[in-house]
């Protein structure tokens, strides 16, 4: 099973700040494969990104995804109050599916 | 519009068996996979399992094989998570979450979400 670590854990940043978030997997995996998502305290998770790359329907393009392999950084250009938020990765592979245990993007 | 309505919140004791459910609109039900997520109180995302309702073709995640069973009724659009003998380590949210798919082929992302059904297992 290909596990993925996000770091940091906790991202204490302003509004208006850059902030960039790292996914990193056991193996490699495909970009076509690798997506992140968005959660806010009480609501369900939202698609971001997938592909590693593009953006979900309806997604700012203050979020931007990169990365190949093993490494993959999820990007939010300037951050909004509404971006406060914990941010997974997810992959597959293998029929199977894995998150990452999740970075906490907190107002400083 | 796609939607995805789950079944509402569950109080259980230990030992006792639960059905919950999660019923899709606005697509075609049976041409997409839905998988479910768990997730605990206060900590991340888990996959547990995926289902197409087409067939029933079902793949679990290891962690859960043999603690779970998903199912599909495609007459009625709605797929299922259901356990036999809760433990209170079941406590948790679980969302169940459609797969994209597109002309091309699908990136394995899960598109669109349930609200959550919270099961809550306390003696």
């Known amino acids: 099973e290909i596990v993925l670590t996000q770091s940091p854990g906790t991202l204490s940043l302003s509004p208006g700040e850059r902030a960039t978030l790292s996914c990193r997997a056991s193996?490699?995996?495909?970009?076509?494969?690798l997506a992140w998502y968005q959660q806010k305290p009480g609501q369900a998770p939202r698609l971001l990104i997938y592909?590693?790359?593009s953006r979900a329907t309806g997604i700012p393009d203050r979020f931007s995804g990169s990365g190949s392999g093993t490494d993959f950084t999820l990007t939010i250009s300037r951050l909004e109050p509404e971006d406060f938020a914990v941010y997974y990765c997810?992959?597959?592979?293998?029929?199977?599916?894995?998150f990452g245990q999740g970075t906490k993007v907190e107002i400083k | 519009e796609v939607q995805l309505v789950q079944s509402g919140a569950e109080v259980k004791k230990p030992g006792e068996s639960l059905k919950i459910s999660c019923k899709g609109s606005?697509?075609?039900?049976?041409?997409?996979?839905i998988g479910w997520v768990r997730q605990m109180p206060g900590k991340g995302l888990e996959w547990m399992g995926i289902?197409?309702?087409?067939?029933?073709?079902?793949r679990y995640s290891p962690s859960f094989q043999g603690q779970v069973t998903i199912s599909a009724d495609k007459s009625i659009s709605t797929a299922y998570l259901q356990w036999s003998s809760l433990k209170a380590s079941d406590t948790a949210m679980y969302y169940c979450?459609?797969?994209?798919?597109?002309?091309?082929?699908?990136?394995?992302?899960?598109?669109?979400w349930g609200q959550g059904t919270l099961v809550t297992v306390s003696s």
């Open positions: 997810q992959q597959y592979g293998s029929s199977s599916w894995t």
């Open positions: 979450a459609r797969q994209d798919d597109y002309v091309w082929g699908s990136y394995r992302a899960f598109d669109y």
């Open positions: 606005g697509y075609s039900f049976t041409s997409y996979w």
């Open positions: 289902i197409y309702p087409g067939d029933s073709d079902t």
């Open positions: 592909g590693a790359s």
């Open positions: 193996q490699s995996v495909s970009s076509s494969y």
